[in-house]
């Protein structure tokens, strides 16, 4: 059983930057494709942005695509976030997602994902 945990979360400035990262125990991460999802009050949670088991394909939604950078370090089992220009509207929980590595469903859905971290609170406000 994978387990995730999250770090990273906090207060920011909009325009800051923020780095959040997913450690895994209980599995090698390198057996995994990868997500970030996030979840705002009231809303469904949706896409960040995912990287495949080997590094060579990232996904990106289209809210974060040129302000988020996902990559991943198989030698120590994490996972990382980069988050620049930050918005007021990126505020939300963010998790850390597992898939198996050659598993047909999609990138973008929470149901193409088998394991969960616990979140990590992001906010950004003045």
């Known amino acids: 059983q994978v387990q995730l945990i999250e770090s990273g979360g906090g207060l920011v400035q909009p325009g800051g930057s923020l780095r959040l990262s997913c450690a895994a125990s209980?599995?090698?991460?390198?057996?995994?494709?990868m997500g970030w999802f996030r979840q705002a009050p009231g809303k469904e949670r949706e896409f960040v942005a995912a990287?495949?088991?080997?590094?060579?394909?990232?996904y990106y939604a289209a809210s974060v695509k040129g302000r988020f950078t996902i990559s991943r370090d198989n030698a120590k089992n994490t996972v990382n976030l980069q988050m620049s220009s930050l918005k007021p509207e990126d505020t939300a929980v963010y998790y850390c997602?597992?898939?198996?590595?050659?598993?047909?469903?999609?990138?973008?859905?929470?149901?193409?994902?088998?394991?969960w971290g616990q979140g990590t609170q992001v906010t950004v406000s003045s």
């Open positions: 209980g599995g090698t991460l390198s057996s995994f494709g």
């Open positions: 997602a597992a898939r198996r590595a050659h598993s047909p469903l999609s990138y973008y859905t929470v149901a193409g994902y088998d394991y």
């Open positions: 990287i495949n088991w080997s590094g060579g394909n990232t």
